[in-house]
């Protein structure tokens, strides 16, 4: 694999360009149901070590507006490295099935690490689900509302299917390394 040089905005825009389907995927969930916030947590592998970890940097997220308590939501999940089986994102990874939170500012800050920025931005349910490309986990995507839903058949099932792909969709080398 070779290391090329590239600017943070290159490389936002090329992975941008890589996961169109990502992106459309929560752009349309973002609209259909109103959540306010979308992010994707990429699997990366570090190269050396062979340790895995989930994380937002660089990956795509989608805002319903422009809203600057979202903007600092999102920039400090970026600063995250999530384990598996620790936080909620981590058990997701861990069980492979989706959580539901009716109200994320009510939870354990070792359960809900992000509990107090949600808080700020008025965040409250969040529907976490693992990200499938042909039966391989990926990584995970978070929905967030500002509405405190409790669990949504409909849209469970809409999400959980959307995310859960059989089409092949060439990734990056970069989101397997560090």
């Given at each position: 694999?070779e ?5 943070q ?35 990366i ?7 895995e970890?989930?994380?937002?940097k660089?990956?795509?997220?989608v ?14 999940s ?20 989706y ?13 809900f ?5 949600a808080?700020?931005c ?45 089409e ?11």
């Amino acid at each position: 694999m070779e290391n090329i040089e590239q600017t943070q905005e290159e490389i936002e825009y090329e992975i941008f360009n890589k996961n169109k389907k990502l992106v459309t995927i929560m752009q349309n969930m973002c609209e259909e149901f109103e959540f306010v916030v979308v992010m994707y947590y990429g699997l990366i592998i570090d190269k050396d070590t062979g340790h895995e970890y989930l994380s937002a940097k660089n990956q795509p997220y989608v805002c319903a507006n422009d809203d600057e308590e979202l903007k600092k939501f999102w920039i400090a999940s970026q600063e995250i490295r999530v384990e598996k089986g620790k936080t909620q994102a981590g058990r997701v990874w861990s069980k492979l099935k989706y959580e539901w939170q009716k109200d994320v500012r009510v939870l354990d800050s070792d359960y809900f690490s992000r509990k107090y920025l949600a808080d700020e931005c008025g965040l409250k349910t969040c529907l976490c689900v693992p990200y499938m490309i042909d039966d391989v986990f990926t990584g995970i995507v978070e929905f967030y509302s500002t509405e405190g839903w409790f669990e949504i058949p409909e849209i469970v099932e809409k999400v959980v299917g959307y995310t859960n792909t059989s089409e092949t969709i060439k990734l990056d080398d970069r989101f397997f390394r560090v």
